[in-house]
């Protein structure tokens, strides 16, 4: 979502004449575009902008602004710790970064009821693949999550503006778009998210469709149906679990429990045998006893996800489990985190392996440092392959797999 946002703040930028360089010591005018999930993306943000501090000293006619979710969550106050920044612009506000270059300081973030209904052009980097939004915000308000705080409630883009974005795509030649939201099977615009992937399979040209992310609790027989029906449409969800214990998911406001989940997973599976399921997880929420991490530890076990996001629980502000009681040490948190990532390699590398010997279709992408080309299979797995002949990015290939790794696969064209 982040950095989809980037590439819209650079379409609006570059309609303003701006061009992009790669040295900050270039620039008119730096942005940072922010992250405030976790406490550690914020301890980045931070040196970051103390590194810009000289370069603002040196040249007074430098502009800097900050963007993102710490822009939202600190206001006034960021700029009163770093008076160097002279915009502060939120989530819902990156739309008025043309507008706010007008004046020569400012703090925007206000809640922006209008979102869903702005059209604001991106800079892609990529030529095969795109990033579309179809909603804003969250209404879900997991306890240990500070994204209903900055990104506002949960706003729906009109389908018939979502069309229209990606039947432009179609025509400047991308072949996959990624829609994006907090909670995309929650999307609630003039149709419902699966008659809205309906829609999208009808469009010509387009090749693939993804979406993230969805919410366990809103997965429901029609959207599996979609996924099914749909030849766009890929065999690939991310469907954050966060923790395998029942009352760790309740703590966390998540609205399933295990085997809920379960049989949703088993849902899936019926529907699309070699469908690649991905998750999050969260290690040491508050309260977390080594007993519920075992659950977790089953749960991961016994689910075979093809690869997971594992996190230690950061305490953020405004949210509810920041101020619970048995939050956990640091040791205890990492212990967890690394048991869990070793658990998932093993798993990770053991489903990877079983795609040896198989045929899959890549969308070609481009070439690698190592010269191979590169692209992914339909469960969203990274192939990187010889071929005899050329093969123009945007291509659907057929590749034999012949090696597998953790978070590759490598392979030859037919
Ligand atoms: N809306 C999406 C993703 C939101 S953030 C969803 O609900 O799935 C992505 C992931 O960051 C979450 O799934 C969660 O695992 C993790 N996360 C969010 N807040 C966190 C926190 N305070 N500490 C650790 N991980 C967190
Ligand atoms: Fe955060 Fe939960 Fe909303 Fe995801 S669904 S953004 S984890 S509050």
Not at 154 to 166: F, G, N, T
Not at 191 to 203: D, G
């Amino acid at each position: 979502m982040n950095m989809h946002d980037s590439e819209r703040v650079l379409g609006l930028l570059s309609k303003r004449g701006y061009i992009p360089v790669d040295d900050p010591k270039e620039a008119d005018l730096i942005l940072l575009n922010t992250c405030s999930i976790r406490e550690k993306a914020e301890q980045k943000f931070l040196s970051t902008l103390g590194r810009l501090k000289h370069l603002k000293n040196k040249r007074s006619d430098l502009k800097i602004g900050v963007l993102g979710c710490i822009a939202q969550q600190s206001g006034d106050k960021l700029r009163e710790r770093a008076p160097y920044v002279d915009y502060v612009i939120g989530p819902q506000n990156i739309g008025r970064v043309g507008e706010a270059l007008d004046f020569e300081e400012g703090v925007f973030t206000e809640d922006n009821l209008e979102i869903a209904l702005s059209e604001i052009p991106a800079y892609r980097e990529s030529s095969v693949t795109a990033w579309v939004n179809i909603m804003y915000g969250c209404n879900n308000f997991c306890s240990y999550c500070i994204v209903p705080y900055t990104r506002g409630r949960e706003r729906s883009r009109p389908a018939s503006s979502i069309v229209r974005e990606v039947e432009e795509l179609i025509q400047q030649g991308y072949k996959e778009v990624t829609l994006l939201g907090q909670n995309v099977n929650s999307y609630n615009g003039d149709v419902t998210f699966p008659e809205l992937l309906r829609m999208l399979n009808r469009i010509k040209g387009l090749e693939r469709v993804r979406f993230v992310t969805s919410h366990p609790k809103d997965l429901g027989p029609e959207l599996v149906r979609v996924m099914a029906e749909s030849e766009k449409v890929c065999e690939h969800i991310h469907l954050p679990l966060q923790s395998g214990s029942d009352r760790v998911l309740k703590l966390m406001n998540r609205k399933y429990t295990l085997s809920e989940y379960m049989e949703k997973i088993g849902m899936l599976r019926d529907a699309m045998p070699d469908i690649a399921i991905t998750s999050d997880i969260i290690a040491g929420f508050p309260t977390e006893t080594e007993k519920d991490h075992q659950a977790t530890l089953n749960a991961l076990k016994e689910i075979e996800f093809d690869g997971i996001f594992a996190f230690k629980y950061s305490k953020r502000p405004y949210t509810r489990a920041s101020t619970m009681d048995g939050q956990l040490p640091e040791e205890v948190k990492s212990e967890r985190l690394t048991e869990i990532l070793r658990l998932q390699d093993e798993i990770t590398e053991k489903k990877n392996q079983k795609l040896k010997a198989t045929v899959q279709e890549v969308l070609v992408e481009g070439k690698n440092d190592n010269g191979q080309y590169t692209g992914r299979t339909r469960t969203n797995k990274i192939v990187n392959f010889v071929s005899e002949g050329e093969i123009n990015p945007g291509s659907l290939v057929k590749v034999l797999i012949t090696e597998a790794h953790r978070h590759s696969l490598e392979g030859k064209t037919l």
